[in-house]
């Protein structure tokens, strides 16, 4: 389509009952859908000769823990031929089972598995679901707002066994005092220990 808003009625118009919002904003146009409706809407765009979202650009997710609908999953797309993006989102709950893309766009593969490991969100139908970005037993999904900042175990390489060694965190360090006076006229407790080297020089 030549703009936004003519590619905005288009797929208003072809898919009426599967479009439960658009809007056109920062160039791009933003589609709210079902999750039933992923495949019908997704080959839509891809097929249609007035779309043409011929390349998958992105797959995420975001994560709202106090909502009944936990995760929002987004899809980027790009159309080489009219040089125009769409984002397309549908809300699911925690347990829930989406559709997977690779069938319709192979680039999904690495996509739906990068959101199956930071999130835990499973696809049906993908070829290969397991972990892509983090360690072999790595246990909880690093990018859910109730995931620790920490983790829960650390990697690292230890002296003693002269090997990388796997182990819960530790969280151990001792209480600081700090002052906050410019350095280039020293700390309290460096100027407290001249005063006391030269008292005793005296």
């Known amino acids: ?63 709202y823990p106090e909502e009944s609908k936990r995760f929002k999953l987004v899809y980027l797309f790009l159309s080489h031929e009219f040089n125009q993006r769409i984002i397309v989102t549908y809300y699911i709950n925690e347990n829930e089972v989406v559709n997977s893309l690779t069938s319709i766009f192979p680039a999904a593969n690495w996509m739906e598995r990068e959101v199956f490991d930071m999130y835990g969100i499973n696809f049906k139908d993908h070829p290969d679901l397991r972990r892509i970005l983090t360690d072999y037993g790595f246990e909880g999904h690093p990018l859910r707002k109730d995931f620790p900042l920490t983790g829960h175990s650390e990697v690292r390489y230890s002296e003693d066994k002269k090997k990388v060694i796997n182990e819960p965190v530790k969280l151990e360090q001792n209480y600081r005092n700090f002052d906050y006076q410019s350095p280039w006229e020293g700390t309290k407790y460096i100027k407290d220990q001249t005063d006391i080297k030269d008292d005793k020089k005296n």
């Open 1 to 63: 389509m030549k703009t936004l808003i003519n590619l905005e009625k288009k797929i208003n118009s072809e898919l009426t009952t599967k479009i439960n919002n658009s809007e056109i904003k920062h160039n791009q146009l933003y589609v709210e859908i079902d999750k039933e409706d992923l495949i019908d809407v997704i080959l839509f765009l891809k097929t249609n000769l007035d779309t043409k979202f011929r390349q998958l650009i992105d797959i995420t997710a975001v994560d």
